[in-house]
Every structure is written in C-alpha cells, then in structure tokens.
C-alpha cells in the first residue's frame, strides 16, 4: 500500500474501481442472475407438492460449513446449487401442506417478490425523513390491524422481527408506564398461565424484571386462564401489599390454540390497575374470520381492551419468517420508552409528519418489512387470507372429528382456533412411551410433520393448521399416516 496522501496512492484507485465494480452488475448480467435466481425458485415450489415435511438428511447439510468464504467467490451458479443440496433439503420443510408441527409459517410466493425488491430498492423504513413512503406504508398496516383489534385512534406500534421481539417491546412499555424499577420490582406481579409462550418469561429476565413475582394462574378444562383463579390472586397479593403489574392473557396458546376469557381479564386488570398484554401473536388474525366463524371472533373480541397486543404476520398472515407486529392501545407509552436523539440525527427532524419506527421500538436500521406484507395484501385482497384462515379453523375441527373417530386415537378438547392435540391409547403398555415413539417414527418418515408437547405431565400429539398451502387433502394424508404409524407400532410389540 503506497503512502496515503502520495499521488501514487491514488493509482490504486482504478484496481480497486474494476474490482468493487463486481458488486454492483450490469444490466445483462442482473438479468441473467435473476433468471437463475428465478429458476431456482420455481424448481423448489415445482416439487413442493411432492417433498416431505421433514428431510431426514443425516449429515444435517454439515457441508455448507465446508465451503470457504473466499477472496474470489464461486459464483451464483455454483451457490445456487449448494443452497439446494445443503439447506433447501434439509431439515424443517415449514413451505409445505403437509406441515403441521408448532405454528406454522407461511412463506407466500407474493411476499418473496415483496422482499427482493425491499431488499434492492434498500428503503430506509426506520425513519419518516428518510423513506416517508416505507414508513407510511408500515404505519397503515399498523393502523390496519388496530382496527382489527378494535383499538382507538391512539394506538400505534411497529412491525417487529417477530413474537418474541414483539412482547418484549410490549413488557419493556408496560414497566415503563407502570413505573417498575427498583425496590418496586420484587413487589410487583406478573399473571400468565403456564400455558403462555416461553418467549414472555425470557422477556421479563431480558427487561430486567427477573425478580418481579410470576404467579401462574390455573386452567380450566380447555386450557384457558380460570378468571375466578386470576381474581383470587390478584386480590391476596393486593391484600399482602404486592402491586399487580401485569396480566397477560394468550389469544392462542401455542400448546393447545386456547383462547383465554378476554373479557373478564380485562375487567380484572382494569379493577386492579395493572397492564393488560394479549399476546395474540398466533391467534389475532383469526379475528379476520367473524362472518364465518361469529363465535371464534367473539373470543378475540376483546382485545381490544388490552394496553398491548402483539400478533404475527409470520404466522397467521402467512409471510415470511421475521415479521411480527406490536400494538398499543396509547402509542405514546412506546414513543415515552424509545424515542431517542443524537446530533447526527438532527436532520431527521425536519420531517415528522409520522411516527418513525426508530422511535416506537428498539430498532433503527431495519430491513423494510412492511413490504411483504402489503404486497400480498394489495395483490390478493384480504378476501382470500379470510379464505385461508377460515379454512384452517375448519380443517383443525375436521382434524378433531375424524381422529377422535378412529380406532385407538383420543382426541383433546374442541379446538379453540386452529391447534388440536390428540393421543393414540395402547391397549397395553405406557401411553406417554408409545406416543413418544408414534411422534418420533412420524417424525423420521417426514411425508409430513407434527409436533409434540407435554400437556399436564403427558405426552400429547398436537395438529396445527396454519399453512396457507395445508388443505383437505393434507389432514387426510395425516390422518392415513397417523393411522398406519400406530398400527405398526401396535404390531412390533
Ligand atoms: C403465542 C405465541 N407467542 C409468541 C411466540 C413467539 O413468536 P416468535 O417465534 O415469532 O418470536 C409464539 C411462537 O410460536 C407463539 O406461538
């Protein structure tokens, strides 16, 4: 390297010109590396219909780690085929029909167009100064599923990377506005069911609320929070001088898609002064189905009494992993805990006509997501994602009729939304060490993919519909392998 600041430093210029250059291709060559890139797509969702849920791959694509990083690369041909052999067909398969297991993803054709061109196009969408377009089109969507919920003008909030991400935010609102810290953290009380995402207790440890009190409040026979449990323990920790802090109520469980008593949790949390936090981040879009389903939207109803709610588009929306959304009834208790300034931003305040998201959420630099979620909106209407989720509401209890009719199965509780859980009764033997083995075997054969839990100490079998490709045939392909696994099972004994 010459000496900086010498003229002939400067020859170096032109070498290093030609070979960035290699970042930024022309015409001829994007178009070529789009068609590649295209073609590698449609081959995958080609042979969807027919891959498994699940590859058994017993190297676990160990050789991607294998391939350097290198001064001079491979190519996109040649990287193109590495992802096919080594990621796209290996492990999970969350694209197709016939996945059943956690919740679901989705993955639409639409929103993978959505984030190419979020991706190349390179909106800034964490400031209004920035890109007011991306963020405007963040914020709609933002007031699109307020209006779901039923919250006021007031509300506001963000599209985050995901559930997690979403409740976290909501928690770290929640003790701002509740004023939780120090002495006051160990007297203040946290309500949930044990059946709330695992995602809300790391939470609480990550917003430095590790010492605050959890009190798990009973279920009932369906898995729902007891309100008359909730309202007990609320009043005997008042009476012994502990502040409830927060209720979370789930509109959805992951375990079983329950759905607590909205309504009489919030009437609790409003007599008792603490924060209402619905984490829907499963069940909230089923509020989208109230022609079809009055019964199932008159259970979401009352999200909209809560202080927060979080729902995902990466699961019921059926984008992309990497998109969840927050929701607050007053958007000022996000705006109070993360709007920040530095000097070097002071350009971005000539132009606040929105809120940014850098000032609603712990991000600032982000990846543009509102565009996956808008496209497929825009492109396929609402009408069909309605479609879709009604379908996977009535799948969930064609699922529930039909294995609890067969021969050795028992079926859960009617489902709430879209999860049902189920087991296979042996006629001889221990029911958990036979369903641990019916869930492993299904599990290795991978046509398609269901996954396990453990519900008051038993080993259960659970089907959640949520996949927008997931349709009759798949739950009957279910049902036929179900069935045929447990016969074989019940043969080798
Ligand atoms: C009810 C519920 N809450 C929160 C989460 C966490 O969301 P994420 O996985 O997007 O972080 C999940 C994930 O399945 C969930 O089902």
Not at 213 to 219: D, L, S
Request: aromatic fraction near 8%; charged fraction near 25%; proline fraction near 5%.
């Amino acid at each position: 390297m010459p000496n900086s600041g010498s003229e002939s430093s400067f020859d170096l210029l032109s070498e290093l010109d030609a070979l960035s250059r290699r970042l930024d291709p022309g015409p001829e060559d994007r178009r070529q590396s789009t068609r590649l890139v295209a073609e590698h797509v449609h081959a995958y969702l080609d042979a969807l219909p027919d891959a498994p849920a699940r590859f058994d791959r017993p190297d676990g694509g160990s050789r991607i780690r294998e391939i350097p990083v290198s001064e001079d690369g491979i190519g996109l041909e040649a990287a193109l085929d590495l992802l096919r052999e080594h990621v796209d067909a290996v492990g999970l398969n969350p694209t197709s029909g016939r996945f059943f297991g956690y919740i679901p993803g989705g993955g639409l054709f639409t929103s993978g167009l959505g984030d190419w061109m979020a991706a190349t196009t390179n909106r800034y969408a964490g400031v209004f100064f920035a890109s007011p377009g991306a963020v405007r089109m963040e914020n709609a969507l933002i007031r699109w599923m307020a209006d779901l919920i039923g919250f006021p003008e007031t509300a506001g909030g963000y599209l985050a990377a995901g559930g997690s991400l979403a409740n976290q935010t909501a928690i770290v609102a929640a003790r701002e506005a509740k004023g939780v810290e120090g002495a006051a953290i160990e007297r203040s009380v946290v309500y949930l069911t044990d059946h709330a995402h695992h995602c809300i207790l790391k939470a609480l440890g990550i917003a430095g609320l590790r010492r605050s009190v959890v009190r798990t409040v009973p279920v009932d026979e369906r898995y729902r929070m007891r309100a008359e449990a909730l309202q007990e323990l609320l009043s005997t920790d008042r009476e012994n001088g502990l502040t409830p802090f927060m209720i979370v109520a789930s509109a959805g469980t992951t375990n079983t898609g329950s759905v607590d008593p909205l309504d009489a949790i919030a009437d609790l949390a409003r007599e008792y002064d603490a924060w209402y936090h619905v984490d829907a981040a499963y069940g909230g879009f089923f509020r989208l189905c109230a022609e079809t389903f009055p019964e199932t939207a008159d259970l979401l109803e009352a999200m909209s009494r809560a202080d927060s709610v979080v729902m995902d588009p990466h699961k019921t929306l059926f984008v992309p992993y990497g998109t969840g959304a927050l929701i607050v009834r007053d958007r000022r208790h996000l705006l109070d805990t993360h709007s920040m300034d530095a000097d070097y931003m002071q350009d971005t305040r000539s132009a606040d006509h929105e809120d940014s998201p850098a000032d609603l959420s712990p991000e600032l630099t982000k990846h543009f997501r509102g565009l996956r979620l808008w496209l497929p909106l825009q492109a396929h209407g609402v009408a069909a994602f309605r479609a879709a989720l009604s379908e996977k509401l009535l799948l969930a209890r064609y699922f529930h009729r039909r294995i609890g009719e067969l021969n050795g199965f028992e079926a859960g509780p009617e489902p709430d939304l879209s999860v049902v859980t189920f087991r296979y009764v042996p006629a001889a033997g221990d029911p958990d060490d036979f369903n641990r083995r019916l869930a492993g075997r299904l599990q290795r054969d991978g046509r398609v993919f269901l996954s396990s839990t453990q519900i008051e100490g038993r080993f259960t079998l659970r089907l959640a519909a949520v996949c927008f490709r997931s349709h009759r045939e798949h739950v009957d392909e279910a049902i036929d392998i179900l069935r045929e696994t447990a016969a074989e099972l019940e043969a080798e004994r």
